[in-house]
């Protein structure tokens, strides 16, 4: 009898989960924008400019400091270079993912991917903000509390999160609180386990973890505006400097022959 009021729910929680996702594309675009366009200078630099500097200082027996020889060594063999990191990334990228299949393994690795500074963090929000919205949903759906952890759990998308809810689920089974318990695990976070204890206290469970997952969606999002604040102006010095290394590594061996010719 509370079929349309569970479609309304899970639509909304659709429409959430598409507005963030818009929000953290919106966030990166820039930065990756930035990314791609040095990069392309770079590419340009490393395969075109490099080698016809290379070929000038051969011709004119200069003499090349240690930073243009690398610079040069790494351009005339960058084919090979790349061909030799996108194998690796490709072999670990393969390894990952056959891994993830392994049960124990994929817990190890999830687990892994929500310590990685600052960008685990970041996961772990989203984590846990999508599992307590789940949670808090089928609750209020009518679904009961041992079932609904099982689905969360099931619907998690991670390894270690899934393995959260279900130390909660068995705690429920075993008639203990769920607060007690939610404090005892590091990922779910003090502000949760503040929340499941109020929905303890006053009935209100799903009302609290719906609460307590629109806190976590917030900080995610003010965690993602402050790495892309940060992240803009890094990525424009790095860029800079790999530019001023170019020019140094091509100006120092013209600097050092005009100085031996004076």
Request: charged share 20%; glycine share 6%.
């Amino acid at each position: 009898g509370r079929l349309s009021e569970s479609l309304t729910l899970v639509a909304e929680r659709y429409e959430r989960r598409e507005r963030l996702r818009s929000k953290i594309l919106s966030a990166l675009a820039y930065p990756a924008l930035v990314l791609f366009f040095s990069l392309a200078v770079l590419l340009v630099m490393f395969v075109f400019v490099l080698p016809k500097f290379h070929g000038i200082f051969a011709r004119l027996k200069i003499p090349m400091p240690a930073l243009t020889a690398k610079l040069f060594y790494v351009s005339g063999h960058l084919p090979l270079i790349l061909s030799f990191l996108l194998a690796c990334v490709s072999a670990a990228a393969g390894a990952i993912w056959g891994l993830r299949r392994v049960p124990g393994a994929r817990l190890a690795i999830d687990r892994l991917r929500l310590k990685v500074p600052v960008v685990g963090a970041l996961r772990a929000k989203a984590a846990l903000a999508r599992s307590l919205r789940s949670l808090g949903l089928l609750l209020k759906s009518g679904v009961p509390l041992l079932r609904s952890l099982e689905l969360s759990a099931e619907t998690s998308h991670n390894a270690a999160m899934a393995r959260t809810l279900m130390e909660l689920h068995d705690a429920a089974s075993r008639g203990g609180g769920l607060a007690a318990r939610a404090r005892e695990l590091a990922l779910l976070q003090p502000v949760t386990a503040t929340l499941i204890a109020a929905g303890e206290q006053t009935g209100k469970m799903d009302e609290m973890l719906l609460r307590a997952a629109e806190w976590h969606e917030r900080a995610l999002d003010e965690g993602i505006k402050r790495l892309t604040s940060v992240l803009e102006p890094l990525l424009i010095i790095a860029v800079g400097l790999a530019a001023a290394i170019v020019v140094a590594a091509i100006f120092l061996p013209i600097l050092q022959a005009v100085r031996s010719l004076s």
